[in-house]
């Protein structure tokens, strides 16, 4: 199933990184936080994300092709972000995973 991820800054709106962008990620539970690695982000982008650490969301959008999208919203708060420049990666913990899908509010 098609899905695309998106960090952006809580505040803004602000768009940081966008997984169409050519990048790839993972999920992975540890405990009650779940790690998001995304690869191929450049530096500026894991500069500004590392640096607004504490005002991030991220959403992923399954993107089913015969059903309505399915989003999920994942509040960052206190938690663990990194950037590791040598190898393009980003690596968020996040917490309080919220699942909506719209076509079940707006007909």
């Given at each position: 199933?098609?899905?695309?991820?998106?960090?952006?800054h809580?505040?803004?709106?602000?768009?940081?990184?966008n997984?169409?962008?050519?990048?790839t990620y993972s999920?992975?539970?540890?405990?009650?936080?779940t790690?998001?690695?995304?690869?191929?982000?450049?530096?500026?982008?894991?500069?500004?994300?590392?640096?607004?650490?504490s005002?991030?969301?991220?959403?992923?959008?399954?993107?089913?092709?015969?059903?309505?999208?399915?989003?999920?919203?994942?509040?960052?708060?206190?938690?663990?972000?990194?950037?590791?420049?040598?190898?393009?990666?980003?690596?968020?913990?996040?917490?309080?995973?919220?699942?909506?899908?719209?076509?079940?509010?707006?007909?």
């Amino acid at each position: 199933m098609p899905e695309r991820v998106l960090v952006k800054h809580s505040v803004t709106g602000r768009m940081f990184v966008n997984s169409t962008e050519g990048l790839t990620y993972s999920f992975d539970k540890k405990g009650d936080l779940t790690l998001i690695t995304i690869y191929g982000v450049s530096a500026d982008k894991g500069a500004a994300v590392v640096e607004h650490k504490s005002e991030l969301n991220v959403f992923r959008f399954e993107e089913p092709e015969a059903g309505p999208i399915i989003k999920h919203w994942y509040y960052v708060g206190e938690n663990p972000v990194s950037y590791d420049e040598a190898e393009q990666c980003l690596t968020l913990s996040v917490q309080s995973e919220i699942e909506y899908r719209p076509d079940q509010y707006w007909e």
